[in-house]
């Protein structure tokens, strides 16, 4: 299994941008597909991202297309998700999570790092 950590959530202003970074450790990390996910007070965790294991596939949730941007290194064990004209409903904790193959199911991915608190004020 890889174990995630998630960095680089604050608070920010409507219409600003942060770029939120994963980091794993082990060997495997380039063998997974790695995911985004949201969960905000009262709501059930939604998904935002995903990247392919080798970095050549994206695929995002409607609600961030266009303003979300995920990649990653598998040099560096690093993913990041760049978000720009953030807006107030992408007030929430974002969490990283890594399964075998893109997925956009929660249920799917098998290991899941602590979360980063984003919050967008107006």
């Known amino acids: 299994q890889v174990q995630l950590v998630e960095s680089g959530g604050g608070l920010v202003q409507a219409g600003g941008s942060l770029r939120l970074s994963c980091a794993a450790s082990g060997r495997t990390f380039s063998s997974y597909a790695i995911g985004w996910f949201r969960q905000a007070p009262g709501k059930e965790r939604e998904f935002v991202a995903v990247v392919s294991w080798s970095g050549g596939s994206t695929y995002y949730a409607d609600s961030v297309k266009g303003r979300f941007t995920i990649s990653r290194d598998n040099a560096k064990n690093l993913v990041w998700l760049q978000m720009n004209s953030l807006a107030l409903e992408d007030t929430a904790v974002y969490y990283c999570?890594?399964?075998?193959?893109?997925?956009?199911?929660?249920?799917?991915?098998?290991?899941w790092g602590q979360g980063t608190q984003v919050t967008v004020s107006p």
């Open positions: 999570a890594a399964a075998r193959r893109i997925n956009v199911k929660p249920a799917s991915y098998e290991s």
